[in-house]
């Protein structure tokens, strides 16, 4: 794994996060905030995606998302392993939605917790290549 590698992931995700936060700031009918679901579910495939290369550089192994989210935070990565896997659980939730009340319990998360968490994992992870 070369480090150019890492900065490719690194930059399609801070992409991702960018187009994530465009969405959430104008989602306003449920055809939007359906949208930005999907930009979450994209975004979070992006993120474990990126610290299985990340890790992968360092010679650490991971191999689903749920093990490279603990191995980040085992490796100083990230400092909350909790908020990401449960972020991870909404977007697995998210993919099979079939009532409005979930979708807009996520909606409501991706707007008001995660999109905060993943700007701040992109700016972390750019601050210690």
């Known amino acids: 794994m070369k480090k150019s590698d890492l900065y490719v992931a690194l930059n399609k995700l ?3 996060v960018q187009s994530l936060r465009q969405a959430v700031d104008t989602a306003h009918s449920d055809l939007e905030k359906d949208g930005t679901i ?4 994209f975004t979070v495939e992006l993120l474990w995606k990126t610290f299985k290369i990340m890790l992968n550089y360092y010679g650490v192994e991971c191999s689903n998302p749920r093990s490279c989210i603990k191995e980040a935070f085992r490796n100083r990565i990230i400092e909350d392993d909790e908020i990401l896997l449960d972020m991870l659980e909404d977007r697995n939730i998210s993919s099979h939605i079939y009532d409005e009340t979930t979708s807009i319990e996520i909606f409501n998360k991706i707007k008001d917790i995660y999109i905060n968490i ?3 994992i992109v700016t ?3 601050g210690k290549l």
């Open 124 to 126: 972390d992870i750019k």
């Open 38 to 41: 999907q930009r979450f579910e």
């Open 14 to 16: 801070e992409k991702a």
């Open 118 to 120: 993943l700007e701040t």
